[in-house]
């Protein structure tokens, strides 16, 4: 169908061109003069006559053409109508919806969210973050090669200015390159903004096509794991702020992966396969995993079950001193690498106080390629249900289950070394190491709370509410509100010129608004107004140049 409407546009501009050059034909041949007076008089009777004829009948054909033109062109527009061209029909009826894997947010749940980022940016500004934004799309070969299988799920713009384009698939691919674009070696920043994949989206468990991740991340060249070890401390801080119930947070490393998979006798350009396999372990059972392996990525059956022993377990420092201890994992130098750094993060950790809530986890893969050293990921516990079984999920906001017994990772991240260097012109390094908040599946979880307990959001800030007592004041509201928006305080008043007191002061309990102000003519003249609180419906005069400040006393309160 793409094809044909192409075709048809192509024959629209030809048929288009070809009438322009006629009519400019026609202009030509009508403004043609005699060369001279005396060569127009030696011209025969005969031969003006002919001359006249051929040239009538010229144009006649060329009136002719361009009808038929016109017309083609008319039936060519109709038929590009049709094929969902420019040219839409006045009535044409559409189905209203978002587009597949996106959402609208309503102004309850945007105040949800809004609260959730603010939470977020205060824990990232704690430990040091600065911001910075990128665009939306970047040249397609910034993106392409950084995510391993997921670049599939790239999407891709076309472009009239000649560059080809793609919508960012994280935050983390554009920090690199703008670190390596403006040759900056140590940064500490934050980025908050939306994301796109082509995925196959699951609305009730907070996953989108188009969605917000919150990065920190730290670059530069540091001792090992004291960065790391932050941003594990990150991860936690911003669970326990939130409150949205048990977590753990796993903990891996991918040179222990690899020294693993070494020893295990995986091919070394299997490795990242074998990983994306390892990756899917929490949300799918071994027996699924190692047929993949076996089947898909044609790995040998005994050597799938070699790497079986390894990746369900887990544990604690106790795993590590075990795991130095494994003769086959002692012949490999990345296992023992990887171990040791293991080791080093788990003493950190310890010292942060986070003892209880990080597990080495060797199943944590973390499926992106660009990690290099440690990778962690923050999960939800399930909480359990009145019936002792996991709620079931609904994009209503009943709580969004994963297999296993968690609702899913809502945090994620690792060290990535070699990163900034793939966009060096001279492959220069710079050390990263950050986490991403999984902001979406939060919102979801926390929706899921807030519509179980009933409770309404305030959706607005404002904090007092101008009313009239009767007709004739709407002027006289229009001062009092003047007043209080230069003294910098949140109010609003009805947009009608005389509406009823009862239906004013309803909004405000309806709105939640904490205090109003009711102008009467009466009280106008004593240079007083009455301040009510909402609540308690309690009434008291106040005089209109002290208005402002016993507004602010009473929000304190």
Known sequence: ????????????????????????????????????????????????????????????????????????????????????????????????KTPKGTRDYAPQQMTLRQGVLD???????????????????????????????????????????????????????????????????????????????????????????????????????????????????????????LDIGDYVIKLNHRQLLDGMFEACGVPANCFRAICSAVDKLDKSPWEDVRKEMVEEKGLDGATADKIGEYVRLSGGADLVEQLLADPKLKAVPNAVKGLEGMQLLLKYCALFGLEQRISFDLSLARGLDYYTGVIYEGVLKVDPSP???????????????????????????????????????????????????????????????????????????????????????????????NQLWDAGIKAEHSYKLNPKLLAQLQHCEEHQIPLAIVLGDSELAQGIVKLREVTTRQESSVPLVELPDEIRRRLQK
């Open 1 to 96: 169908m793409s094809d044909t409407r192409d075709q048809i546009l192509e024959q629209i501009k030809l048929q288009g061109d070809l009438v322009r050059q006629l009519k400019a034909s026609k202009e030509s041949k009508e403004k043609v003069a005699p060369s001279s007076a005396g060569r127009a008089m030696s011209t025969t009777k005969v031969g003006q006559q002919l001359k006249a004829q051929q040239q009538e009948q010229l144009q006649d054909q060329q009136h002719q053409e361009i009808h038929k033109i016109d017309e083609e062109v008319s039936r060519l527009l109709a038929l590009k109508a049709t094929l969902g061209g420019d040219a839409t029909p006045a009535n044409q009826k559409f189905t209203l």
């Open 119 to 241: 939470k977020i940016v205060q824990v990232f500004k704690r430990h040091g973050g600065e911001a910075i934004d990128t665009p939306v799309f970047e040249l397609k070969e910034v993106l392409t090669g950084k995510y391993g299988e997921d670049s599939k799920l790239i999407y891709d713009l076309k472009d009239q200015g000649g560059e080809i384009l793609s919508m960012r698939y994280d935050l983390t691919v554009p920090l690199a390159r703008y670190l390596a674009m403006n040759k900056i070696s140590s940064i500490k920043r934050y980025h908050i903004a939306k994301v796109y994949r082509r995925d196959n989206p699951a609305m009730t468990r907070g996953r989108y096509r188009e969605f917000y991740q919150c990065d920190f991340d730290i670059a530069g060249t540091y001792d090992p794991m004291l960065a790391d070890a932050e941003c594990v401390k990150i991860v936690a801080e911003i669970l326990n702020t």
């Open 387 to 481: 019936a002792g079984s996991p709620a079931k999920s609904s994009q209503n906001g009943e709580q969004a289950m994963e297999q296993g017994g968690t609702v899913g990772s809502v945090a994620g991240g690792g060290r990535y070394d070699n990163l900034v260097g793939m966009f060096d012109p001279r492959g220069k390094a710079v050390p990263c190491v950050g986490v991403s908040i999984g902001v979406e599946r939060i919102f979801s979880v926390l929706e899921a709370k807030f519509a179980a307990s009933k409770v309404k959001l305030r959706t607005s800030d404002v904090e007092v509410y101008v009313a009239s007592a009767h007709k004739g004041l709407h002027e006289q509201r229009l001062r009092v509100l």
